[in-house]
Antibody, heavy 122, light 107 residues
Framework: EVQLVESGGGLVQPGRPLRLSCTASGFTFGDYAMSWLRQAPGKGLEWVGFIRSRAYGGTTDYAASVKGRFTISRDDSKSIAYLQMNSLKTEDTAVYYC?????????????WGQGTLVTVSS | EIVMTQSPATLSVSPGERATLSCRASQSVSSNLAWYQQKPGQAPRLLIYGASTWATGIPARFSGSGSGTEFTLTISSLQSEDFAVYYCQQYNNWPLTFGGGTKVEIK
């Protein structure tokens, strides 16, 4: 069974960093691109960024709203994806979801974690 | 950035009735369109990708159609568990973008 479990969320002050982790199981993690998405309270879905599999260079892409502040990385040996968030703003407050891409050229999220809430507030 | 527009924002439907949800893209996304369902307090679930291909385990009462800029998700006979918010998402161009959602509520 495919499982994605996020951790690391919580309350953080504006300007401070936070790192989220996504621990995967039930599939060959290294074969898949992984994405982070977020959902602000009562709002819709926003794609934060994704990281390709090693076979496709392990490169990343980010939404304009987070580019230069957020970094996605992966440790295939541990089946973990990370979202490093720096210079956090109040508008980054959201539930953050880790997701798996359906395929290398199919950037849809076929499995989701349960989400972890990040609250940016002083 | 491709803007995805969903309509209506809210759809009131009786159980057993048919529901038709629309999604429009600001430019062509070919057939690179997915639909998700989200229930309160839960993560979204992938329903359809490639505009019309069912994701694993999705019942046949859900169907998707369209290409280019106009897409439709049809739920042929609404069950109680289908009342939720539905989002479309294009994956033809980065950044990947979602529509604002359609809430399907009980009439």
């Amino acid at each position: 069974e495919v499982q994605l479990v996020e951790s690391g969320g919580g309350l953080v002050q504006p300007g401070r960093p936070l790192r989220l982790s996504c621990t995967a199981s039930g599939f060959t993690f290294g074969d898949y691109a992984m994405s982070w998405l977020r959902q602000a309270p009562g709002k819709g879905l926003e794609w934060v960024g994704f990281i390709r599999s090693r076979a496709y260079g392990g490169t990343t892409d980010y939404a304009a709203s987070v580019k230069g502040r957020f970094t996605i990385s992966r440790d295939d040996s541990k089946s973990i994806a990370y979202l490093q968030m720096n210079s956090l703003k109040t508008e980054d407050t959201a539930v953050y979801y880790c997701t798996r891409h359906h395929g290398p050229h199919i950037a849809v999220a076929d499995y989701w974690g349960q989400g972890t809430l990040v609250t940016v507030s002083s | 950035e491709i803007v995805m527009t969903q309509s209506p924002a809210t759809l009131s439907v009786s159980p057993g009735e048919r529901a038709t949800l629309s999604c429009r893209a600001s430019q062509s996304v070919s057939s690179n369109l997915a639909w998700y369902q989200q229930k309160p307090g839960q993560a979204p679930r992938l329903l359809i990708y490639g505009a019309s291909t069912w994701a694993t385990g999705i019942p046949a009462r859900f169907s998707g159609s369209g290409s280019g800029t106009e897409f439709t998700l049809t739920i042929s006979s609404l069950q109680s568990e289908d009342f939720a918010v539905y989002y479309c998402q294009q994956y033809n161009n980065w950044p990947l973008t979602f529509g604002g959602g359609t809430k399907v509520e009980i009439k």
